[in-house]
């Protein structure tokens, strides 16, 4: 399974973006998908998720300035995130969990909030 994320670039403190993760495999054979980042000399963090048939989750940090939907036909999960911050620069990364609790990472997409 292979995941790729994209739409991440350079942006104004206070503008939007809208990160999209195009999986290889159909995903309603995804149980959860989630969106992560990471900043520069930090860890790794959770950033939302969707499960399969449930409602989203969002961390603190984002909650009511970011949503994540899915697009079953397109095999693709977006981020969309609204009144962008310096602090949310990082490299953002989609992650899959199958049935099998298997996960499944794609390679990172860079977003720069500039003040």
């Known amino acids: 399974v292979q995941l790729q994320a994209s739409g991440g670039g350079l942006v104004q403190a206070g503008g939007s973006l809208r990160l999209s993760c195009v999986v290889s495999r159909s995903i309603p054979r995804m149980n959860v998908m989630s969106w992560y980042r990471q900043a520069p000399g930090a860890q790794r963090e959770w950033v939302a998720t969707m499960p399969s048939g449930s409602s989203a989750n969002y961390a603190d940090s984002v909650k009511g300035r970011s949503t994540i939907s899915r697009d079953n036909a397109k095999n693709t999960v977006y981020l969309e995130m609204n009144r962008l911050k310096p602090e949310d620069t990082a490299v953002y990364y989609c992650?899959?969990?199958?049935?099998?609790?298997?996960?499944?990472w794609g390679k990172g997409t860079q977003v720069t909030v500039s003040s």
């Open positions: 992650k899959g969990a199958d049935w099998l609790r298997n996960d499944y």
